[in-house]
């Protein structure tokens, strides 16, 4: 793979399929490290871009009382998911 023994590894051509989440495994001399799972929590519909699509479908999961609406991981719905959600997702990914 290009760029795997470099500090920055960029992946192109990407598509929807990618979508999930992604660790890092790193083995050197002194041993290995995997890192925890990155995912962009803005991406809520996992299609692998942050769109108008994502603030639906929060909205949808948010107004039925979707546990996927819990945003912050508080085991509750209320506003603050709101706010945290619109928050994630005016920054993107
Ligand atoms: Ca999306
Ligand atoms: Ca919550």
């Known amino acids: 793979m290009t760029g795997a023994t470099t500090q920055k590894l960029v992946i192109d051509g990407t598509a929807s399929q990618d979508a999930g989440t992604y660790a890092v495994e790193i083995t050197n001399g002194c041993g290995t490290a995997v890192s925890e799972g990155a995912f962009c929590p803005a991406d809520f519909n996992t299609d692998a871009s942050v ?36 928050t994630s997702h005016a920054a993107g990914c």
């Open 51 to 86: 769109d108008d699509f994502d603030y639906f479908d929060f909205m949808n999961a948010f107004t039925s009382s979707d546990p996927s609406a819990d945003f912050n991981e508080d085991s509750s719905i209320d506003d603050f998911d709101y706010f945290d959600f619109l």
